[in-house]
T-cell receptor, first 112, second 111 residues
Framework: DADVTQTPRNRITKTGKRIMLECSQTKGHDRMYWYRQDPGLGLRLIYYSFDVKDINKGEISDGYSVSRQAQAKFSLSLESAIPNQTALYFC???????????FGPGTRLTVL | GQSLEQPSEVTAVEGAIVQINCTYQTSGFYGLSWYQQHDGGAPTFLSYNALDGLEETGRFSSFLSRSDSYGYLLLQELQMKDSASYFCACLRDNYGQNFVFGPGTRLSVLP
């Protein structure tokens, strides 16, 4: 079984709709992250969380919110989706001696 | 601000050696990581350099020079399966393990 899972894997929605992307992990890591990936721009950090009581904005948090429901669960919400939020979204955890990030399979979101 | 620069594309043939460079400018720096991403897949960890010098892991090696704000990933004995995108990432916050990623280099390995 995958250590980091994301649901849904693909989603098409319309402008103005609220949407939630969910992430679960079985690695036992405290640190979790949400990134978006756009062609040619690499991965950009949206939000990150050290534990259930500690949530921090990343470089592109505008238009997004998150919830850390438990150590293993970290969800990303778009309150009112807009077309330029069309992207590939990755959840990740972090741990280990090399500060390794473990990524989920990604959610491809299209906002029409 | 934070910025990382990498070549956008690199092409090489099977069996060859290729070097992917990364220069960085960040407000905080604790180390440099490299990730590989195949089309349609998730990034996977390759290496991490906290100190200057060369780290070798099988066919892949990674180098860091903190004084030059520069690092590279060296791939030897290239195989077709090495065709992927490669991202460098700076660790800018050791407590939060907060990374800034480069734009990525697309490597194409030709037969």
């Amino acid at each position: 079984d995958a250590d980091v899972t994301q649901t849904p894997r693909n989603r098409i929605t319309k402008t103005g709709k609220r949407i939630m992307l969910e992430c679960s992990q079985t690695k036992g890591h405290d640190r979790m992250y949400w990134y978006r990936q756009d062609p040619g721009l690499g991965l950009r950090l949206i939000y990150y969380s050290f534990d259930v009581k500690d949530i921090n904005k990343g470089e592109i948090s505008d238009g997004y919110s998150v919830s850390r429901q438990a150590q293993a669960k970290f969800s990303l919400s778009l309150e009112s989706a807009i077309p330029n939020q069309t992207a590939l979204y990755f959840c990740a955890t972090s741990g280990g001696p090399y500060n390794e990030q473990f990524f989920g399979p990604g959610t491809r979101l299209t906002v029409l | 601000g934070q910025s990382l620069e990498q070549p956008s594309e690199v092409t090489a043939v099977e069996g060859a050696i290729v070097q992917i460079n990364c220069t960085y400018q960040t407000s905080g720096f604790y180390g440099l990581s490299w990730y590989q991403q195949h089309d349609g897949g998730a990034p996977t960890f390759l290496s991490y350099n906290a100190l200057d010098g060369l780290e070798e892991t099988g066919r892949f090696s990674s180098f860091l020079s903190r004084s030059d704000s520069y690092g590279y990933l060296l791939l030897q004995e290239l195989q077709m399966k090495d065709s992927a995108s490669y991202f460098c990432a700076c660790l800018r916050d050791n407590y939060g393990q907060n990374f800034v990623f480069g734009p990525g280099t697309r490597l194409s390995v030709l037969p």
